[in-house]
Protein backbone atom coordinates (compact mmCIF):
# COMPACT_ATOMS: atom_id res chain seq x y z
CA UNK A 1 0.00 0.00 0.00
CA UNK A 2 1.70 3.14 -1.09
CA UNK A 3 0.87 6.41 0.73
CA UNK A 4 1.35 9.98 -0.17
CA UNK A 5 2.83 12.68 2.17
CA UNK A 6 2.46 16.09 1.11
CA UNK A 7 4.43 18.59 3.98
CA UNK A 8 5.00 22.54 4.32
CA UNK A 9 8.26 22.03 5.65
CA UNK A 10 9.42 20.14 8.85
CA UNK A 11 8.04 20.51 12.01
CA UNK A 12 10.26 22.90 13.70
CA UNK A 13 11.17 23.86 17.21
CA UNK A 14 11.92 27.33 18.66
CA UNK A 15 13.46 27.15 22.09
CA UNK A 16 14.60 30.72 24.03
CA UNK A 17 15.10 31.49 27.25
CA UNK A 18 11.41 32.92 27.43
CA UNK A 19 9.58 29.81 25.76
CA UNK A 20 9.36 27.02 23.50
CA UNK A 21 7.48 27.33 20.38
CA UNK A 22 6.35 23.97 18.73
CA UNK A 23 4.89 23.58 15.32
CA UNK A 24 4.02 20.47 13.43
CA UNK A 25 3.82 20.31 9.64
CA UNK A 26 0.49 18.71 8.74
CA UNK A 27 -0.06 16.45 5.84
CA UNK A 28 -1.17 18.61 2.57
CA UNK A 29 -3.19 15.75 1.20
CA UNK A 30 -5.02 15.41 3.90
CA UNK A 31 -8.65 17.21 4.66
CA UNK A 32 -7.92 21.13 6.60
CA UNK A 33 -6.66 20.00 10.46
CA UNK A 34 -4.95 22.38 12.78
CA UNK A 35 -4.71 23.12 16.08
CA UNK A 36 -3.13 26.22 17.87
CA UNK A 37 -2.50 26.91 21.60
CA UNK A 38 -0.22 27.52 24.69
CA UNK A 39 0.67 24.32 26.98
CA UNK A 40 -1.15 24.70 30.67
CA UNK A 41 0.50 21.01 32.04
CA UNK A 42 3.84 21.54 30.81
CA UNK A 43 5.53 19.03 32.44
CA UNK A 44 2.76 16.15 32.27
CA UNK A 45 2.64 16.74 28.80
CA UNK A 46 6.54 16.38 28.79
CA UNK A 47 6.44 12.75 30.45
CA UNK A 48 3.24 11.76 28.45
CA UNK A 49 4.55 12.46 25.20
CA UNK A 50 8.06 10.79 26.19
CA UNK A 51 6.15 7.77 26.94
CA UNK A 52 4.35 7.62 23.71
CA UNK A 53 8.17 8.21 22.12
CA UNK A 54 8.77 5.38 23.90
CA UNK A 55 6.35 2.91 22.12
CA UNK A 56 7.47 4.69 18.61
CA UNK A 57 11.08 3.47 19.29
CA UNK A 58 9.90 0.41 21.08
CA UNK A 59 11.13 -3.05 19.24
CA UNK A 60 11.73 -6.26 21.54
CA UNK A 61 11.17 -9.00 18.82
CA UNK A 62 14.46 -10.93 19.08
CA UNK A 63 17.71 -9.95 16.96
CA UNK A 64 20.23 -13.18 16.72
CA UNK A 65 23.79 -11.85 15.95
CA UNK A 66 25.08 -11.56 12.28
CA UNK A 67 27.77 -13.87 11.89
CA UNK A 68 28.29 -13.60 8.11
CA UNK A 69 31.54 -11.91 8.55
CA UNK A 70 33.01 -14.12 10.98
CA UNK A 71 31.84 -17.38 8.90
CA UNK A 72 33.37 -16.23 5.91
CA UNK A 73 36.87 -15.58 7.82
CA UNK A 74 36.53 -18.79 9.35
CA UNK A 75 36.46 -20.36 6.09
CA UNK A 76 39.69 -18.70 4.82
CA UNK A 77 41.50 -19.45 8.05
CA UNK A 78 40.75 -23.35 7.80
CA UNK A 79 42.09 -23.47 4.96
CA UNK A 80 45.86 -21.57 5.66
CA UNK A 81 46.02 -23.81 8.96
CA UNK A 82 45.15 -27.03 6.75
CA UNK A 83 47.81 -25.76 4.31
CA UNK A 84 50.00 -24.65 7.71
CA UNK A 85 49.65 -28.22 8.88
CA UNK A 86 50.02 -30.29 5.84
CA UNK A 87 53.63 -28.67 5.34
CA UNK A 88 54.73 -30.06 8.79
CA UNK A 89 54.75 -33.51 6.41
CA UNK A 90 55.74 -32.06 3.50
CA UNK A 91 59.37 -31.05 1.59
CA UNK A 92 60.49 -27.64 2.38
CA UNK A 93 59.38 -27.23 -1.69
CA UNK A 94 55.38 -27.31 -0.40
CA UNK A 95 56.12 -24.76 2.50
CA UNK A 96 57.77 -22.23 -0.15
CA UNK A 97 54.57 -22.82 -2.27
CA UNK A 98 52.18 -22.14 0.18
CA UNK A 99 54.29 -19.18 1.84
CA UNK A 100 53.78 -17.47 -1.88
CA UNK A 101 50.04 -18.35 -1.97
CA UNK A 102 49.88 -16.76 0.65
CA UNK A 103 51.20 -13.84 -0.15
CA UNK A 104 49.16 -13.85 -3.85
CA UNK A 105 46.05 -14.10 -1.50
CA UNK A 106 47.21 -11.12 0.37
CA UNK A 107 48.22 -8.99 -2.68
CA UNK A 108 44.75 -9.85 -4.15
CA UNK A 109 42.81 -9.18 -1.16
CA UNK A 110 44.50 -5.87 -0.89
CA UNK A 111 43.76 -4.63 -3.81
CA UNK A 112 40.13 -5.72 -3.90
CA UNK A 113 39.60 -3.64 -0.68
CA UNK A 114 41.26 -0.79 -2.88
CA UNK A 115 39.09 -1.33 -5.67
CA UNK A 116 35.79 -1.30 -3.30
CA UNK A 117 37.16 1.25 -0.76
CA UNK A 118 35.02 4.52 -2.43
CA UNK A 119 31.99 2.19 -2.90
CA UNK A 120 32.16 1.16 0.84
CA UNK A 121 33.11 4.97 2.30
CA UNK A 122 30.24 5.89 0.01
CA UNK A 123 27.70 3.56 1.34
CA UNK A 124 28.96 4.68 4.98
CA UNK A 125 29.23 8.16 4.62
CA UNK A 126 24.89 7.55 3.35
CA UNK A 127 23.95 5.89 6.08
CA UNK A 128 26.09 7.88 8.88
CA UNK A 129 24.06 10.79 6.90
CA UNK A 130 20.75 9.28 7.98
CA UNK A 131 21.67 8.36 11.46
CA UNK A 132 22.45 12.41 11.78
CA UNK A 133 20.51 14.15 9.70
CA UNK A 134 17.31 12.13 8.98
CA UNK A 135 16.68 9.37 11.29
CA UNK A 136 13.14 9.31 10.34
CA UNK A 137 13.86 7.36 7.68
CA UNK A 138 14.38 3.99 9.66
CA UNK A 139 10.43 4.58 10.90
CA UNK A 140 7.60 3.47 8.88
CA UNK A 141 5.50 5.93 9.38
CA UNK A 142 4.64 9.31 11.28
CA UNK A 143 2.28 9.60 14.18
CA UNK A 144 -1.03 10.52 13.37
CA UNK A 145 -3.33 13.36 15.26
CA UNK A 146 -6.78 13.95 15.66
CA UNK A 147 -7.82 16.97 16.76
CA UNK A 148 -12.18 16.75 18.33
CA UNK A 149 -14.22 19.43 19.61
CA UNK A 150 -13.02 18.28 23.23
CA UNK A 151 -10.01 16.87 22.69
CA UNK A 152 -6.73 16.10 20.75
CA UNK A 153 -4.78 13.01 20.78
CA UNK A 154 -1.90 11.20 19.16
CA UNK A 155 -1.61 7.24 18.10
CA UNK A 156 1.10 5.41 17.12
CA UNK A 157 2.29 1.69 16.82
CA UNK A 158 6.13 0.22 17.46
CA UNK A 159 8.41 -0.89 15.41
CA UNK A 160 7.56 -4.36 16.09
CA UNK A 161 4.27 -3.62 15.98
CA UNK A 162 3.33 -5.47 19.17
CA UNK A 163 2.45 -2.43 20.80
CA UNK A 164 0.34 0.42 20.62
CA UNK A 165 0.28 3.73 22.39
CA UNK A 166 -2.77 6.88 22.35
CA UNK A 167 -1.88 9.82 23.82
CA UNK A 168 -5.43 11.66 24.40
CA UNK A 169 -5.19 15.31 25.64
CA UNK A 170 -8.32 17.31 26.76
CA UNK A 171 -8.35 21.28 26.30
CA UNK A 172 -7.71 21.97 30.04
CA UNK A 173 -4.09 20.71 28.85
CA UNK A 174 -3.60 24.07 26.90
CA UNK A 175 -4.82 27.45 27.54
CA UNK A 176 -5.27 30.67 24.94
CA UNK A 177 -6.49 28.32 22.26
CA UNK A 178 -6.65 30.47 19.40
CA UNK A 179 -7.75 28.50 16.57
CA UNK A 180 -8.80 24.50 15.27
CA UNK A 181 -10.10 22.51 12.60
CA UNK A 182 -11.27 19.33 13.78
CA UNK A 183 -10.13 16.09 11.96
CA UNK A 184 -7.03 13.73 11.31
CA UNK A 185 -3.21 14.31 9.60
CA UNK A 186 -0.06 12.77 9.52
CA UNK A 187 2.37 15.10 11.49
CA UNK A 188 5.95 15.09 10.38
CA UNK A 189 7.54 13.85 13.65
CA UNK A 190 11.52 13.81 13.52
CA UNK A 191 13.39 11.86 15.92
CA UNK A 192 15.04 15.25 16.89
CA UNK A 193 11.32 16.03 18.51
CA UNK A 194 12.40 13.96 21.12
CA UNK A 195 15.16 15.96 22.44
CA UNK A 196 13.30 19.20 22.43
CA UNK A 197 10.64 17.54 24.37
CA UNK A 198 12.90 16.89 27.03
CA UNK A 199 13.64 20.87 27.40
CA UNK A 200 9.77 21.14 28.36
CA UNK A 201 10.24 23.46 32.12
CA UNK A 202 7.16 24.61 33.98
CA UNK A 203 8.41 28.12 33.53
CA UNK A 204 8.49 28.71 29.99
CA UNK A 205 5.80 29.25 27.83
CA UNK A 206 5.40 25.96 25.42
CA UNK A 207 3.36 27.09 22.29
CA UNK A 208 1.88 23.62 20.60
CA UNK A 209 0.66 24.06 17.19
CA UNK A 210 -0.66 22.20 14.39
CA UNK A 211 0.86 24.17 11.64
CA UNK A 212 -2.50 25.93 9.38
CA UNK A 213 -0.43 28.17 7.60
CA UNK A 214 -0.14 24.79 5.62
CA UNK A 215 -3.60 25.34 4.09
CA UNK A 216 -3.71 28.67 3.27
CA UNK A 217 -2.78 30.12 0.03
CA UNK A 218 0.12 30.01 -1.75
CA UNK A 219 2.09 31.49 -4.81
CA UNK A 220 4.01 29.34 -6.68
CA UNK A 221 7.80 29.00 -5.37
CA UNK A 222 6.93 30.98 -1.93
CA UNK A 223 6.76 27.63 -0.19
CA UNK A 224 9.05 24.50 0.02
CA UNK A 225 6.87 21.23 0.44
CA UNK A 226 8.33 17.85 1.63
CA UNK A 227 6.67 14.64 -0.11
CA UNK A 228 6.67 11.58 0.40
CA UNK A 229 6.16 7.92 -0.64
CA UNK A 230 5.79 5.61 2.09
CA UNK A 231 5.42 1.78 0.98
CA UNK A 232 3.18 1.12 3.92
CA UNK A 233 2.98 -2.47 4.57
CA UNK A 234 -0.29 -3.82 5.15
CA UNK A 235 0.50 -5.24 8.75
CA UNK A 236 -0.01 -1.64 9.53
CA UNK A 237 -2.99 -0.34 8.78
CA UNK A 238 -4.54 -4.00 9.79
CA UNK A 239 -2.69 -3.96 12.73
CA UNK A 240 -4.31 -0.35 13.77
CA UNK A 241 -7.93 -1.56 12.67
CA UNK A 242 -7.21 -4.67 14.89
CA UNK A 243 -6.72 -2.44 17.50
CA UNK A 244 -9.83 -0.28 17.67
CA UNK A 245 -12.09 -3.99 17.23
CA UNK A 246 -9.99 -5.60 20.19
CA UNK A 247 -11.12 -2.25 22.61
CA UNK A 248 -14.78 -3.56 22.01
CA UNK A 249 -14.36 -6.76 23.10
CA UNK A 250 -15.53 -8.20 26.59
CA UNK A 251 -12.73 -7.94 29.17
CA UNK A 252 -11.91 -8.35 32.66
CA UNK A 253 -11.44 -4.87 34.37
CA UNK A 254 -9.78 -3.52 37.55
CA UNK A 255 -8.23 -0.68 38.79
CA UNK A 256 -4.48 -0.26 39.62
CA UNK A 257 -2.84 1.99 41.92
CA UNK A 258 0.49 3.73 40.47
CA UNK A 259 2.65 2.12 43.02
CA UNK A 260 1.16 -1.00 41.95
CA UNK A 261 2.90 -0.95 38.33
CA UNK A 262 5.93 0.21 40.26
CA UNK A 263 6.16 -3.24 41.77
CA UNK A 264 5.89 -5.33 38.90
CA UNK A 265 8.45 -3.05 37.06
CA UNK A 266 10.64 -3.22 40.05
CA UNK A 267 10.69 -6.67 40.36
CA UNK A 268 11.05 -7.19 36.41
CA UNK A 269 14.26 -5.15 36.45
CA UNK A 270 15.33 -6.90 39.14
CA UNK A 271 15.23 -9.94 38.18
CA UNK A 272 15.92 -11.97 34.38
CA UNK A 273 14.72 -15.26 33.87
CA UNK A 274 17.01 -17.70 31.76
CA UNK A 275 13.97 -20.45 31.54
CA UNK A 276 9.96 -19.42 30.62
CA UNK A 277 7.13 -19.57 31.61
CA UNK A 278 7.86 -15.88 31.17
CA UNK A 279 4.19 -14.65 32.01
CA UNK A 280 2.25 -12.31 34.34
CA UNK A 281 -0.84 -14.47 35.94
CA UNK A 282 -3.53 -12.15 37.20
CA UNK A 283 -5.46 -14.02 40.27
CA UNK A 284 -8.91 -11.94 39.94
CA UNK A 285 -11.34 -12.98 42.93
CA UNK A 286 -14.73 -10.84 43.46
CA UNK A 287 -14.10 -8.30 46.05
CA UNK A 288 -10.86 -9.09 46.69
CA UNK A 289 -7.53 -7.17 46.36
CA UNK A 290 -5.94 -7.83 42.87
CA UNK A 291 -3.02 -10.82 43.17
CA UNK A 292 -0.20 -11.46 40.84
CA UNK A 293 1.97 -14.48 40.29
CA UNK A 294 5.18 -13.36 38.02
CA UNK A 295 6.48 -16.76 36.48
CA UNK A 296 9.25 -18.45 36.84
CA UNK A 297 9.55 -17.59 40.18
CA UNK A 298 5.92 -17.97 41.38
CA UNK A 299 6.77 -14.67 43.02
CA UNK A 300 3.31 -13.28 44.39
CA UNK A 301 2.25 -9.80 44.29
CA UNK A 302 -1.05 -8.56 46.14
CA UNK A 303 -1.81 -5.37 45.36
CA UNK A 304 -4.37 -4.24 48.54
CA UNK A 305 -4.86 -1.03 47.38
CA UNK A 306 -7.07 -2.32 44.14
CA UNK A 307 -9.71 -4.35 44.13
CA UNK A 308 -11.54 -6.27 41.81
CA UNK A 309 -14.97 -5.52 41.62
CA UNK A 310 -16.03 -8.13 38.45
CA UNK A 311 -18.59 -11.18 39.33
CA UNK A 312 -16.35 -14.12 39.18
CA UNK A 313 -13.31 -15.97 40.20
CA UNK A 314 -10.75 -15.66 37.01
CA UNK A 315 -7.48 -16.50 36.21
CA UNK A 316 -5.82 -14.77 33.42
CA UNK A 317 -2.26 -15.19 31.68
CA UNK A 318 -0.45 -12.41 29.76
CA UNK A 319 2.88 -12.56 28.30
CA UNK A 320 5.13 -9.90 26.56
CA UNK A 321 5.17 -8.01 30.19
CA UNK A 322 8.91 -6.22 29.43
CA UNK A 323 6.81 -3.68 27.58
CA UNK A 324 5.00 -2.83 31.02
CA UNK A 325 8.34 -0.47 31.09
CA UNK A 326 6.90 2.10 28.61
CA UNK A 327 4.36 2.82 31.59
CA UNK A 328 7.43 3.60 33.98
CA UNK A 329 7.18 7.52 33.09
CA UNK A 330 3.65 8.13 33.86
CA UNK A 331 3.84 6.39 37.35
CA UNK A 332 4.77 9.85 39.05
CA UNK A 333 2.06 11.99 37.22
CA UNK A 334 -0.31 8.81 36.94
CA UNK A 335 -3.99 9.13 39.55
CA UNK A 336 -4.26 5.50 38.60
CA UNK A 337 -4.01 2.29 35.87
CA UNK A 338 -7.41 1.41 34.70
CA UNK A 339 -6.69 -2.61 33.46
CA UNK A 340 -8.41 -4.58 30.75
CA UNK A 341 -7.97 -8.19 30.42
CA UNK A 342 -9.04 -9.69 27.29
CA UNK A 343 -8.34 -13.49 28.30
CA UNK A 344 -5.04 -15.46 28.12
CA UNK A 345 -3.14 -15.41 25.48
CA UNK A 346 -4.82 -12.00 24.25
CA UNK A 347 -4.57 -8.47 24.51
CA UNK A 348 -3.90 -6.56 27.92
CA UNK A 349 -5.00 -2.35 27.89
CA UNK A 350 -3.43 -0.30 30.11
CA UNK A 351 -5.06 3.10 30.28
CA UNK A 352 -3.30 5.45 32.63
CA UNK A 353 -5.32 8.57 34.37
CA UNK A 354 -3.49 11.58 33.95
CA UNK A 355 -6.15 14.13 35.04
CA UNK A 356 -6.79 16.06 31.97
CA UNK A 357 -4.60 13.47 30.04
CA UNK A 358 -4.99 9.91 29.55
CA UNK A 359 -2.43 7.35 28.28
CA UNK A 360 -3.42 4.09 26.37
CA UNK A 361 -1.28 1.17 26.15
CA UNK A 362 -2.52 -1.64 23.79
CA UNK A 363 -0.43 -4.73 24.02
CA UNK A 364 -1.00 -7.91 21.56
CA UNK A 365 -1.17 -11.03 23.16
CA UNK A 366 2.39 -11.83 23.56
CA UNK A 367 5.48 -9.70 21.57
CA UNK A 368 5.95 -12.18 18.81
CA UNK A 369 2.47 -11.90 18.22
CA UNK A 370 2.07 -8.76 16.45
CA UNK A 371 -1.25 -6.98 15.94
CA UNK A 372 -1.62 -7.60 12.27
CA UNK A 373 -0.82 -11.16 11.83
CA UNK A 374 -2.40 -13.58 14.12
CA UNK A 375 -5.43 -11.69 15.88
CA UNK A 376 -8.92 -11.41 13.92
CA UNK A 377 -10.16 -9.31 16.25
CA UNK A 378 -12.38 -8.51 13.90
CA UNK A 379 -14.34 -11.48 13.48
CA UNK A 380 -15.64 -11.36 17.40
CA UNK A 381 -17.06 -8.30 16.94
CA UNK A 382 -20.82 -7.79 16.66
CA UNK A 383 -21.74 -8.73 13.00
CA UNK A 384 -25.07 -8.25 11.35
CA UNK A 385 -26.11 -7.46 7.30
CA UNK A 386 -26.85 -3.85 6.94
CA UNK A 387 -27.40 -1.58 3.91
CA UNK A 388 -24.97 1.23 2.64
CA UNK A 389 -28.09 3.68 3.69
CA UNK A 390 -28.42 2.89 6.92
CA UNK A 391 -24.55 2.56 7.11
CA UNK A 392 -23.91 6.05 5.73
CA UNK A 393 -27.06 7.83 8.07
CA UNK A 394 -24.87 6.03 11.12
CA UNK A 395 -21.67 7.75 9.89
CA UNK A 396 -22.77 10.94 9.03
CA UNK A 397 -24.68 11.10 12.76
CA UNK A 398 -21.32 10.26 14.31
CA UNK A 399 -19.78 12.89 11.93
CA UNK A 400 -22.29 15.74 13.21
CA UNK A 401 -20.80 15.29 17.07
CA UNK A 402 -17.62 13.49 15.63
CA UNK A 403 -17.81 11.27 19.10
CA UNK A 404 -20.90 9.64 20.33
CA UNK A 405 -22.11 5.98 22.56
CA UNK A 406 -23.58 3.32 19.97
CA UNK A 407 -26.25 3.66 22.18
CA UNK A 408 -27.12 7.18 21.71
CA UNK A 409 -26.32 7.00 17.99
CA UNK A 410 -29.03 4.13 17.84
CA UNK A 411 -31.59 6.51 19.94
CA UNK A 412 -30.90 9.61 17.96
CA UNK A 413 -32.04 7.38 14.27
CA UNK A 414 -34.34 5.07 16.52
CA UNK A 415 -32.43 2.01 15.30
CA UNK A 416 -31.84 -1.21 17.55
CA UNK A 417 -28.42 -0.75 19.02
CA UNK A 418 -26.87 -3.84 17.38
CA UNK A 419 -27.22 -2.68 14.45
CA UNK A 420 -25.36 0.54 15.06
CA UNK A 421 -22.88 -1.50 17.18
CA UNK A 422 -22.17 -3.47 13.73
CA UNK A 423 -22.12 -0.05 11.23
CA UNK A 424 -19.69 0.84 13.88
CA UNK A 425 -17.61 -2.09 13.68
CA UNK A 426 -17.35 -2.18 9.61
CA UNK A 427 -16.12 1.75 10.25
CA UNK A 428 -14.05 0.34 12.40
CA UNK A 429 -12.50 -1.98 10.33
CA UNK A 430 -12.47 0.49 7.29
CA UNK A 431 -9.86 2.85 9.19
CA UNK A 432 -13.20 5.51 10.07
CA UNK A 433 -14.12 5.30 13.24
CA UNK A 434 -11.66 4.21 16.25
CA UNK A 435 -13.57 3.31 19.67
CA UNK A 436 -12.21 5.12 23.03
CA UNK A 437 -11.57 2.99 25.45
CA UNK A 438 -11.09 5.37 27.86
CA UNK A 439 -14.43 7.49 27.36
CA UNK A 440 -16.24 4.71 26.07
CA UNK A 441 -17.49 6.30 22.84
CA UNK A 442 -16.80 6.22 19.22
CA UNK A 443 -14.37 8.83 17.73
CA UNK A 444 -14.14 9.75 13.73
CA UNK A 445 -10.68 9.04 12.87
CA UNK A 446 -10.00 8.69 9.46
CA UNK A 447 -6.80 6.19 9.46
CA UNK A 448 -5.59 6.90 5.59
CA UNK A 449 -5.86 10.34 2.93
CA UNK A 450 -7.57 7.65 0.68
CA UNK A 451 -10.49 6.01 2.47
CA UNK A 452 -11.30 2.49 2.38
CA UNK A 453 -13.60 1.27 0.79
CA UNK A 454 -16.10 -0.88 3.37
CA UNK A 455 -17.27 -3.27 0.73
CA UNK A 456 -13.36 -4.10 -0.33
CA UNK A 457 -13.75 -5.53 3.78
CA UNK A 458 -15.58 -8.12 3.51
CA UNK A 459 -13.42 -10.79 3.75
CA UNK A 460 -10.95 -9.35 6.45
CA UNK A 461 -9.08 -13.05 7.02
CA UNK A 462 -9.14 -16.63 5.50
CA UNK A 463 -11.79 -17.89 8.23
CA UNK A 464 -14.43 -15.52 7.18
CA UNK A 465 -13.96 -16.28 3.40
CA UNK A 466 -14.07 -20.31 4.35
CA UNK A 467 -17.37 -19.56 6.71
CA UNK A 468 -19.14 -18.00 3.31
CA UNK A 469 -18.38 -20.68 1.68
CA UNK A 470 -19.69 -23.10 4.07
CA UNK A 471 -22.77 -21.65 4.56
CA UNK A 472 -23.47 -20.98 1.11
CA UNK A 473 -22.94 -24.12 -0.16
CA UNK A 474 -25.43 -25.27 2.63
CA UNK A 475 -22.75 -27.27 4.82
CA UNK A 476 -24.07 -26.20 8.19
CA UNK A 477 -27.01 -28.53 9.16
CA UNK A 478 -29.00 -29.09 12.48
CA UNK A 479 -28.40 -25.64 13.72
CA UNK A 480 -29.91 -24.78 17.25
CA UNK A 481 -30.69 -22.27 19.40
CA UNK A 482 -31.89 -21.00 22.79
CA UNK A 483 -31.46 -17.80 24.47
CA UNK A 484 -30.72 -17.82 27.78
CA UNK A 485 -29.60 -14.76 30.83
CA UNK A 486 -29.59 -12.26 27.78
CA UNK A 487 -27.35 -14.65 26.12
CA UNK A 488 -27.71 -16.73 22.40
CA UNK A 489 -26.24 -20.18 22.45
CA UNK A 490 -25.49 -21.93 18.88
CA UNK A 491 -24.86 -25.44 18.50
CA UNK A 492 -24.59 -26.63 14.84
CA UNK A 493 -22.74 -29.81 13.22
CA UNK A 494 -21.25 -28.53 9.78
CA UNK A 495 -19.25 -30.50 7.06
CA UNK A 496 -16.39 -29.96 5.64
CA UNK A 497 -13.76 -31.59 4.28
CA UNK A 498 -15.15 -34.90 4.66
CA UNK A 499 -15.53 -34.45 8.60
CA UNK A 500 -18.52 -33.17 10.62
CA UNK A 501 -17.31 -30.87 13.02
CA UNK A 502 -19.42 -30.08 16.04
CA UNK A 503 -19.67 -26.24 16.73
CA UNK A 504 -21.25 -24.55 19.36
CA UNK A 505 -21.00 -20.35 20.39
CA UNK A 506 -22.49 -17.93 22.81
CA UNK A 507 -22.91 -14.50 22.02
CA UNK A 508 -23.84 -11.38 24.49
CA UNK A 509 -26.84 -9.16 24.42
CA UNK A 510 -24.10 -6.87 22.74
CA UNK A 511 -23.94 -9.20 19.86
CA UNK A 512 -20.11 -10.01 20.64
CA UNK A 513 -19.00 -13.84 20.41
CA UNK A 514 -18.02 -14.48 24.48
CA UNK A 515 -16.97 -18.08 24.05
CA UNK A 516 -17.08 -21.37 21.45
CA UNK A 517 -15.82 -24.50 21.00
CA UNK A 518 -15.39 -26.68 17.86
CA UNK A 519 -13.47 -29.98 17.14
CA UNK A 520 -11.64 -28.61 13.95
CA UNK A 521 -7.41 -28.77 14.66
CA UNK A 522 -7.26 -24.55 14.50
CA UNK A 523 -9.77 -24.66 17.53
CA UNK A 524 -7.68 -27.13 19.56
CA UNK A 525 -5.00 -25.35 18.53
CA UNK A 526 -5.28 -21.81 19.11
CA UNK A 527 -8.82 -21.53 20.81
CA UNK A 528 -9.90 -18.10 20.60
CA UNK A 529 -6.80 -16.39 20.66
CA UNK A 530 -6.09 -16.12 16.96
CA UNK A 531 -9.97 -15.58 16.46
CA UNK A 532 -12.56 -17.44 15.76
CA UNK A 533 -12.27 -20.95 13.10
CA UNK A 534 -14.30 -20.66 9.97
CA UNK A 535 -16.86 -23.07 11.66
CA UNK A 536 -18.00 -20.92 14.51
CA UNK A 537 -18.22 -17.97 12.04
CA UNK A 538 -20.18 -20.08 9.75
CA UNK A 539 -22.90 -21.03 12.52
CA UNK A 540 -23.29 -17.73 13.35
CA UNK A 541 -23.56 -16.47 9.53
CA UNK A 542 -26.30 -19.19 8.87
CA UNK A 543 -28.64 -17.75 11.97
CA UNK A 544 -28.39 -14.26 10.78
CA UNK A 545 -29.42 -15.72 7.23
CA UNK A 546 -32.09 -17.94 8.94
CA UNK A 547 -33.52 -15.09 10.94
CA UNK A 548 -33.26 -12.80 7.91
CA UNK A 549 -35.11 -15.19 5.74
CA UNK A 550 -37.97 -15.76 8.56
CA UNK A 551 -38.64 -11.97 9.12
CA UNK A 552 -39.22 -11.89 5.46
CA UNK A 553 -42.02 -14.55 5.17
Not at 509 to 522: K, P, S, T, V
Request: with cysteine.
Amino acid sequence: MIVDYKYTGNTSIDNSSAGTKMSFAPDLLREPTFFTGKLNKKVAFREAISALHDVVVSDLRFKPKDKTEYKAWVAEQEKIWLGEYMAEFEIEEVRFRINEIKKELSELYEEKNKVLAPFNQAKQKYFDYLYQNDPDAWYVLDPVITVHPDEVFFECFSQDESSYGKLSCNYNVFNEINEFKCGTTNIDYSAELYGEFQKIRGYKDTQFSIDSSGFEMKTTYEEVYKEIKIDLPDSWVRGFLQVSTAMTLPSAVFNLHPMDIYSICQYLRRFKEKEGPRALRFLLEPDKPVRLVIEPWGKILTFYRSVYHGDSKKDIRVWGRRRLFILERLIPIAKSFKVFLLGSGMPSFYVADLGDMSFTLGLSGWTANDWSRLGNFDLMAPRNEVDILTKKRVFNKLKESWFDTSQHLAEKLNLHSSVVQSVLTSYTQAGNVIYDLNSGVYRIRELSNKPLDIEDLRFTSEQEKLAEELVSEGRVKNLKFKIQDKKLFLTAEVYDKNSVFHTSSVIDNDQRLIDAQCDCDHFKRNRLRKGPCEHILAIRLQYQKNKIYANKM
